[in-house]
């Protein structure tokens, strides 16, 4: 399974950006898809996830701003992210697991980092 992760970039306080992860090879293998970030010096964290048959799952920081949501055809999943605060700046990481990505060591497949950075 190969993650392509995108739509990264540098917004102001309160406004939005959009991440996509578009999977390929044997996606037969994952149901859930979802995100990590890691900022700076920090360790990296659970930010959303959604899975084939049940419904998004957000962290408590970034629940009511983003979005999760998955396109089954073009097998890609998308991060909708509104009322960016500076404390939102990370690498943000596509993810996915067979069952649940909803802890670090559920994660099987891992795209690349796009950058989030929300100026103040």
């Known amino acids: 399974v190969q993650l392509q992760a995108s739509g990264g970039g540098l917004v102001q306080t309160g406004g939005s950006l959009r991440l996509s992860c578009a999977a390929s090879g044997s996606t037969f293998r994952i149901n859930a898809v979802g995100w990590y970030r890691q900022p700076t010096g920090k360790q990296r964290e659970f930010v959303a996830a959604i899975t084939e048959f049940g419904g998004p799952n957000y962290s408590d920081s970034v629940k009511g701003r983003f979005t999760i949501s998955r396109d089954n055809a073009k097998n890609t999943v998308y991060l909708q992210m509104n009322s960016l605060k500076p404390e939102d700046t990370a690498v943000y990481y596509c993810?996915?697991?067979?069952?649940?990505?909803?802890?670090?060591?559920?994660?099987?497949?891992w795209g690349q980092g796009t950058q989030v950075t929300v100026s103040s």
């Open positions: 993810a996915a697991g067979q069952r649940t990505i909803a802890t670090i060591q559920r994660v099987a497949y």
